[in-house]
């Protein structure tokens, strides 16, 4: 970038930040006037979203602009430190205890020390790097607090859980993580698109999957204990997360007294959610034994009674097989598409096909990738942000990394998602934006 045009953009960021900072502000200044608990479904207006997208947007390419490389070069190099860190704190109880505190007095580390084990000199370092990127607080000398980051997982055991699949709790991802570049640089492995030859296997044995080791792994193995333990409480967990506003930002009203099937559904908390809020829809949760098995008492707890009164069906089936619920108005599949590759994904969206009435659609939500340069399906950010609005999509890339050395799987841009849908005979009918990490790609029979 020549030096005039290095000015101009620092000066339209800056313009875009005060523009943004002053409708949040706006945002606040109108909350503080409203009841406490206005905003039960925890989604930004859309207004705040969009704010909050081009501020954290902007400020990125502040930095961009005006770091010294080699500091940025740094601190990406090292950033799993971070991972490491918060992985401690969570699986320490920090923000449970710490939640105790009187608010501006916080709780002291020889105290946390006590309480979690940790040794209080190795503690105070752990406490001061989560500092640093907000989690938590150094409100005086040597005592802490949470922040609005760290309050998240407080009483939360599947906020906790979602947490720690990526740190080094949960052995099957970090593991296969740490053997991407092995096996991206491997020249027979590099270009095969088998979901049983990629990093995973690296990791931990041919022909395993993380499903396998979900649902045969050895009970006495304490990773595969811990495997199918975690996994189910945190996909609870990604759907507090991630996926608030897949409720409010699909017209889920407009359906009625519609059957919605969740294939792949986990224990089936996003219908959980649905559930609770459109009393006539009906619920058929579909997925393999382990987390079927986890999902009665969820929704035992959830709504008393669902399974006796029918608004909920909880089966064991395996997507690869024949449908066996003809006709529905939806088939919901959140978090499926990005575990496999495309051969795989046709597979499972033809079983769908085969099953869909005239009226029938399939919903995916994912987490549905931006190119820099932007698509028609999805909202450009203003310049001279790219048009993915920067560092807002890098989550989604680091997700696409966990999936490529998972299953040689992937995050989709609404272009791949098209593919895919035709190949399968199928056609995007919509992008839904949703204000959160995930969008709904919608499909409908070609
Ligand atoms: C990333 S999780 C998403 C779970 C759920 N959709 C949610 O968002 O909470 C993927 C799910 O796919 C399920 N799964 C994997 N292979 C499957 C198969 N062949 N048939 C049915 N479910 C499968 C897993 O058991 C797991 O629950």
Redesign the pocket.
């Known amino acids: 970038m020549s030096p005039s045009n290095r000015v101009q953009t620092l000066r339209a960021l800056v313009q875009l930040l005060v523009g943004a900072s002053e409708q949040v502000i706006q945002e606040w200044e109108t909350e503080d006037q409203l009841p406490a608990d206005h905003s039960a479904t925890n989604v930004p207006s859309p207004e705040l979203f969009e704010s909050q997208r081009i501020i954290h947007g902007a400020c990125g390419m502040c930095m961009e602009l005006v770091e010294d490389p080699r500091v940025r070069l740094l601190e990406i190099s090292i950033s799993y430190a971070m991972t490491q860190a918060l992985d401690t704190t969570v699986r320490a109880g920090v923000p449970d205890i710490l939640a105790e505190a009187e608010p501006f007095d916080g709780i002291s580390v020889a105290e946390l020390s006590r309480r979690t084990g940790i040794d209080e000199q190795k503690l105070v370092r752990v406490m001061r790097v989560l500092c640093s990127g907000g989690v938590y607080e150094e409100i005086k000398p040597l005592r802490f607090t949470n922040t609005r980051y760290s309050r998240v997982f407080v009483d939360n055991p599947p906020a906790q859980a979602y947490q720690c699949l990526y740190g080094s709790t949960f052995k099957l991802i970090v593991e296969a993580t740490e053997h991407l570049p092995a096996a991206l640089l491997d020249p027979k492995m590099t270009n095969s698109t088998s979901p049983l030859e990629c990093a995973f296997q690296r990791a931990h044995g041919e022909n395993k999957t993380l ?1 396998s080791c ?2 045969t792994g050895d009970e006495l193995d304490p990773v595969m204990h811990n495997a199918r333990e975690m ?2 409480l945190a ?2 967990g ?2 507090q997360m991630a ?1 608030s506003a897949l409720i409010v930002d699909y017209p889920w009203g407009s359906l009625g007294a519609a059957t919605v099937v ?6 089936g ?2 219908c959980l959610d649905l559930a609770k809020r459109f009393p006539d829809m009906r619920f058929v949760v ?3 034994p ?2 079927i098995e986890k999902a009665r008492p969820v929704w035992d707890a959830g709504i008393p009674g669902a399974s006796e009164k029918e608004r909920v069906q909880l089966v064991i ?4 097989e024949k449908q066996p619920i003809k006709g529905a108005a939806v088939y919901f ?4 598409m ?2 496999w590759p495309d051969d795989e994904c046709v597979a499972i969206l033809s079983k769908l096909r085969e099953a869909m009435g005239p009226d029938s659609r399939i919903l995916l ?1 994912e987490m549905i990738v931006h190119p820099p340069l932007g698509s028609r399906h999805l909202k450009a950010a203003p310049t001279p942000l790219p048009a993915n609005y920067g560092r807002v999509d890098a989550v989604k890339g680091m997700h696409d990394m966990v999936m490529l050395s998972m299953f040689n799987g992937s995050e989709r841009t609404p272009d791949q998602f098209d593919s895919i849908a035709h190949r399968a005979g199928l056609k995007l009918e919509k992008v839904w934006e949703c204000r959160g990490p995930l969008g709904i790609a919608e499909l409908r029979q070609l």
């Open positions: 499903w979900i649902e996994f189910p996909m609870i990604q759907g996926s969740d294939v792949g559904g986990g224990v908390s996003m579909e997925d393999l382990v987390s089936h395996n997507f690869f599949l959140r978090c499926i990005h575990d939500a």
